[in-house]
């Protein structure tokens, strides 16, 4: 049987999305946050399986990302939430919300809008190893000092 989509606030997620009070205290409590009161999560493109970005999530960005359906982390150097696309307007609509073996890393699979990468590059893995060291992989699509000028 295929899985079960999501509330018709976002029909097209397989999350819940705006998740239930109950359902995101069940998460919660089933995710294995480290010592600082972190988890690290991957953010995927749910179409193609590209990795775009990792980052960290908090208590509170887990919460506010089940509840509006947008991709919300904690910023470690601004020590605040972050909200995905809040300077750039650059979002991550989340269809679906994974935990791994461990509960220890979450795996958001995500529809991006414009590049996930403060560099201006659609995903933050551009640098590949090669024979001779780092390689950029990936193109600047657009610049940087455009996105973050709101």
């Known amino acids: 049987m295929?899985?079960?989509?999501?509330?018709?606030?976002?029909?097209?997620a397989l999350t819940p999305i705006?998740?239930?009070?109950a359902l995101i205290e069940s998460v919660?409590?089933?995710?294995?946050?480290?010592?600082?009161?972190?988890?690290?999560a991957v953010?995927?493109?749910h179409d193609s399986?590209?990795?775009?970005?990792?980052?960290?999530m908090d208590r509170a960005a887990v919460a506010e990302t089940l509840k509006t359906g947008e991709g919300c982390y904690w910023s470690r150097s601004r020590q605040?939430?972050?909200?995905?696309?809040e300077t750039s307007g650059h979002t991550q609509r989340v269809l679906?919300?994974?935990?791994?073996?461990?509960?220890?890393?979450?795996l958001l699979k995500?529809?991006?809008?414009?590049v996930a990468c403060h560099t201006g590059r659609r995903h933050c893995f551009f640098r590949s190893l090669r024979a001779d060291g780092f390689a950029e992989t990936a193109a600047v699509e657009v610049d940087p000092a455009t996105i973050y000028r709101r």
């Open 49 to 56: 399986g590209e990795v775009l970005m990792v980052a960290w």
């Open 110 to 114: 995500v529809a991006q809008t414009g």
């Open 18 to 21: 705006p998740a239930p009070s």
């Open 28 to 40: 919660l409590a089933q995710i294995a946050f480290d010592a600082h009161g972190l988890v690290p």
């Open 80 to 85: 605040k939430l972050w909200r995905k696309g």
């Open 43 to 45: 953010a995927q493109q």
């Open 2 to 12: 295929p899985p079960t989509r999501g509330s018709t606030a976002n029909p097209t």
């Open 96 to 106: 679906e919300f994974c935990l791994d073996c461990d509960g220890d890393t979450v």
